[in-house]
């Protein structure tokens, strides 16, 4: 059974950081690009980060580009995403998600979803 385990959310003042984790069990772990999505109030879920299988490849999109940082430890079977200068749109729900060999910012191409973190970012 596979299992994606998000923690690390919490309440933040604009300008902190927060460090998220996804803890990932029952798949080979390094046979998936891993990716990061938010969902806020009201809202589709959205992209924020991928990273592909060996950690070579990562795309941010231009809201988190320079702020976030995604990263794998494929050893520990763990993703993480470092967020800095946090805004108060960056307040959502965040989801770590696993997708078989294949890089993309579609949510469709992504088999396995955590149960998600809230992040909650106050001005």
């Known amino acids: 059974q596979v299992q994606l385990v998000e923690s690390g959310g919490g309440l933040v003042q604009a300008g902190g950081s927060l460090r998220l984790s996804c803890a990932a069990s029952g798949l080979t772990f390094s046979n998936y690009a891993m990716g990061w999505f938010r969902q806020a109030p009201g809202k589709e879920r959205e992209f924020v980060t991928y990273i592909a299988r060996n950690g070579g490849s990562i795309y941010y999109p231009d809201s988190v580009k320079g702020r976030f940082t995604i990263s794998r430890d494929n050893a520990k079977n763990m993703v993480y995403l470092q967020m800095n200068s946090l805004k108060p749109e960056d307040t959502a729900v965040y989801y770590c998600?696993?997708?078989?060999?294949?890089?993309?910012?579609?949510?469709?191409?992504?088999?396995?979803w955590g149960q998600g973190t809230q992040v909650t970012v106050s001005s």
């Open positions: 998600a696993a997708a078989p060999g294949l890089l993309s910012s579609s949510e469709r191409y992504y088999d396995y």
